[in-house]
């Protein structure tokens, strides 16, 4: 039996190979003002992980990257934002993927004091993105090849029967993954969508 398709983009070549490092604040969407805290070499391998449509769960608007130039840098600034952010630690929300970690690294009310803190940063001369949907819309651009990828391995699966009902939600998800960064993707791959869509069952 074939391997199922990737349920989102996995890291590839486009993830930093050089020792740098992010340091994320991830605003979740919605009226409650919740983030989620950490440090990644690919934030778009990370957020990802956390929810099946993470494009729509977190607002990219109104996230953050800091850059930096190796993993320990960005792991100590991890911690000092970790430390100023105690007070404000809430329970990760139920949406979210619980066995991919950082279970206490979620924040209720601290925007506005993690804002401060990448301005900080910026002033430190680390590179600051924010927004953050610059960096991941560059990001997926960088992986369009994986799209294809996929979708062909899924065709491939669900002509042989393979393909099962949650591994084709998983690829239209990462599809509308990459529709939420560039409108031309549903049309570019219009044949394959529509063969997976018209999956026969029975």
């Not at 506005?112 to 002033?123: D, P």
Request: some cysteine; hydrophobic content about 45%.
């Amino acid at each position: 039996m074939s391997a199922p398709p990737p349920p989102w983009p996995m890291p590839d070549s486009a993830a930093p190979a050089d020792g740098r490092g992010f340091v994320y604040i991830a605003a979740c969407s919605g009226p409650e003002d919740i983030l989620k805290v950490g440090m990644s070499i690919d934030p778009l391998a990370r957020w990802s992980a956390f929810h099946r449509r993470w494009f729509e769960a977190f607002d990219l608007e109104h996230s953050v990257l800091v850059q930096v130039e190796t993993r320990r840098d960005a792991r100590r600034l991890e911690t000092v934002l970790h430390r100023r952010l105690r007070e404000y630690n809430c329970p990760a929300p139920l949406s979210m993927r619980g066995q991919f970690g950082g279970a206490t690294e979620w924040y209720r009310g601290a925007h506005g004091e993690a804002l401060a803190f990448a301005r900080e940063c910026a002033s430190q001369s680390h590179f600051v993105h924010a927004p953050a949907r610059a960096w991941f819309a560059q990001a997926m651009q960088a992986r369009t090849d994986t799209l294809a990828v996929v979708l062909d391995q899924a065709l491939r699966d669900h002509v042989d029967r393979l393909l099962s009902p949650a591994q084709r939600e998983a690829v239209l998800d990462l599809v509308d993954a990459f529709q939420a960064f560039d409108d031309g993707v549903r049309e570019r791959f219009a044949v394959e969508l529509a063969a997976l869509r018209n999956h026969g069952d029975g």
